[in-house]
């Protein structure tokens, strides 16, 4: 028989100030920035020539996919944390092809 009280499974582990704080800076900043990238790219074409509407695109599901990779770490999954390098590893060259002269 299951306590209520106490469910089985291994402990909640407590989360530090800091790692929370980024997770949440990581969720809002990546959220109102694809929004930005999908609802007016007309300004940052105009200022970033380089930038297509394919690349701002693949940004946009960049920041997206950051959103539910955060959240994953919130839950502790460690998949997470794999995918933050995965689309770090993507859109690193793309930043700096869109910012390159």
Known sequence: ?????????PPEMPRGGCLTAFLVLMIVA?????????LNPGPIIAQFPRLG???LALLGV???LNIVLA?????WRRVGVY????????VFPINLYVGSH
Do not use: C, K, S
């Open 1 to 9: 028989m299951v306590n209520e009280t106490n469910p089985p499974g």
């Open 30 to 38: 990546n959220a109102g920035t694809a929004l930005l990238y999908f």
């Open 53 to 55: 509407g394919g690349l």
């Open 62 to 64: 960049g920041m997206l």
């Open 71 to 75: 959240t994953l770490v919130w839950q």
């Open 83 to 90: 995918g933050f390098i995965a689309v770090a590893l993507v």
